[in-house]
């Protein structure tokens, strides 16, 4: 009774689909005793998948969504196959693999070891990276030659290893080119992101596969350099010193008064704070305003230097102590004509007033007869 139930069974047309329940399985075989699928069974692609026909361990055809009649006359690939007759009706040893086409969201990466860049503010750091990414399959033919095999069903998780190697990879060699400041790579991590997805697209097509999505979620930094910016950002809030310390000895204070168990320590921790504070402002003037100070010194004046004219020559430069004892030997005259720098041209000495003074200690020309 068994043998003639199996007999009837086996006569039914072969029906080859599949759903996926766990969401994480990229691909599945579909099982067979034997591997042996009847001519003219029906195969249901369904949306989101691809069904990959491989016959005596070479890829036949590519399925998309859709429900197809395994025969010859709709599948042109399979005529050209070794052992594959028309009027072939036995059961034929092939194998469909079922490919998850959808995306893969949520996905993991992050930089196992510290990145080193060079940062034009800091000099060399070290820098740590984490976020996600998505993964579809868009070339199932080459995806089961390069990755799957003959892997029965294939998870995500066989492959996110390797891919976040690749990101990786692509994300430090990125940051180390960029010339981007640490302190600036927070505002510029969507385009980073961009970048990165777009340098690992040719290593991914090769393997059939793409990252539709690739987020930096967080670019941190080692913990003693987290704290010196820290201290920095805090001097950079408390502003003037002074200032900083007269409001925290005011903060002080008033804890200090709001604390009735203090007692006398208190009070005279107080009044110790508040007699500092005034002599302090008592030194900085009214309202608390720092002392005015003194005005520098003006500059002290350029000397000026001059050029004498004689007989078409000239001489020079001279200082006016020059031009002082030239005036007392006599080797420089009212008539000596002489010229300086911002001077209109040349001009007698007795006509300028700087130089006319030399000349009064001496007699003036007597007059004409």
Request: proline content about 7%; some cysteine; glycine content about 10%.
């Amino acid at each position: 009774m068994m043998g003639i139930f199996d007999f009837l069974s086996g006569q039914f047309i072969d029906v080859i689909h599949w759903t996926d329940d766990t969401r994480d399985t990229m691909v599945w075989r579909f099982q067979r005793e034997g591997h042996e699928i009847k001519y003219g069974a029906k195969l249901t692609v369904r949306e989101g998948q691809a069904a990959v026909f491989v016959h005596e361990g070479q890829i036949a055809d590519v399925f998309s969504p859709g429900l197809y009649m395994l025969e010859t006359n709709n599948m042109p690939v399979m005529t050209s196959l070794q052992h594959w007759d028309h009027g072939f009706r036995s059961p034929f040893k092939s194998e469909i693999y079922f490919v998850n086409t959808t995306r893969f969201n949520d996905l993991k990466w992050g930089t196992k070891n510290p990145i080193i860049c060079r940062d034009p503010e800091f000099g060399p750091v070290r820098i740590r990276a984490f976020g996600t990414y998505s993964v579809r399959v868009t070339d199932p033919a080459r995806f089961l030659t390069e990755i799957v095999g003959t892997d029965g069903e294939f998870t995500m998780d066989e492959i996110s290893y390797q891919l976040r190697n690749i990101i990786v990879q692509e994300f430090s060699r990125t940051i180390a080119g960029s010339g981007i400041p640490v302190l600036d790579m927070a505002a510029n991590t969507a385009d980073l992101g961009k970048l990165i997805a777009s340098q690992i697209a040719p290593t991914l097509e090769a393997y059939g596969v793409t990252t539709p999505e690739l987020y930096i979620e967080n670019i941190s930094l080692p913990q003693a350099v987290e704290e010196a910016l820290d201290k920095r950002s805090s001097m950079g809030l408390a502003g003037d010193l002074g200032k900083f310390t007269r409001y925290s000895a005011a903060e002080a204070m008033t804890s200090a008064a709001q604390n009735p168990s203090g007692g006398g320590m208190a009070a005279g921790l107080g009044a110790g704070m508040g007699m500092a504070m005034g002599s302090q402002m008592a030194q900085q003037g009214p309202w608390g305003a720092a002392p005015a100070q003194p005005a520098p010194p003006p500059p002290p004046p350029v000397e000026r230097v001059w050029h004498l004219a004689e007989q078409g020559q000239t001489r020079g430069p001279f200082s006016r102590a020059d031009l002082g004892r030239m005036a007392a030997d006599g080797s420089l005259s009212r008539e000596t004509h002489v010229w300086t720098a911002g001077q209109d041209g040349w001009k007698r000495a007795g006509e300028v007033d700087e130089l006319a003074q030399l000349f009064t200690i001496l007699p003036p020309p007597p007059p004409s007869a």
